[in-house]
């Protein structure tokens, strides 16, 4: 995995580690996953997920649509 620019794509603000929410709406469910590992910025709040991470919120994404959960609110 590439290093992390220290900077901002969109402000040149500070990046941190912190956590997010992630929202997904399938017309047919709602998952929404808490506490998501992130890099944020403390500026403008822009927010990224790594790439393992990602992998992640597919797997609990896709657990979801194959028990046809309405609604899933689950945390990290």
Same mark, same amino acid.
Not at 26 to 50: D, F, H, M
């Given at each position: 995995?590439?290093?992390? !620019?220290?900077?901002?794509? %969109?402000?040149?603000?500070?990046?941190?580690? @912190? *956590? #997010? #929410?992630?929202?997904?709406?399938?017309?047919? !469910?709602?998952? &929404? %996953?808490?506490? &998501?590992? /992130?890099? &944020?910025? #403390? =500026?403008? @709040?822009?927010?990224?997920?790594?790439? !393992? *991470? /990602?992998?992640?919120?597919? =797997? %609990? *994404?896709?657990?979801?649509?194959?028990?046809? %959960? =309405?609604?899933? &609110?689950? !945390?990290?």
């Amino acid at each position: 995995m590439k290093p992390i !620019s220290p900077c901002c794509f %969109i402000c040149s603000g500070k990046i941190e580690k @912190g *956590t #997010t #929410t992630f929202v997904l709406d399938l017309k047919s !469910s709602l998952i &929404v %996953i808490r506490n &998501v590992p /992130a890099l &944020v910025c #403390t =500026q403008c @709040g822009e927010e990224w997920i790594e790439d !393992s *991470t /990602a992998i992640e919120l597919e =797997q %609990i *994404t896709e657990r979801a649509k194959a028990h046809d %959960i =309405q609604v899933e &609110v689950v !945390s990290m």
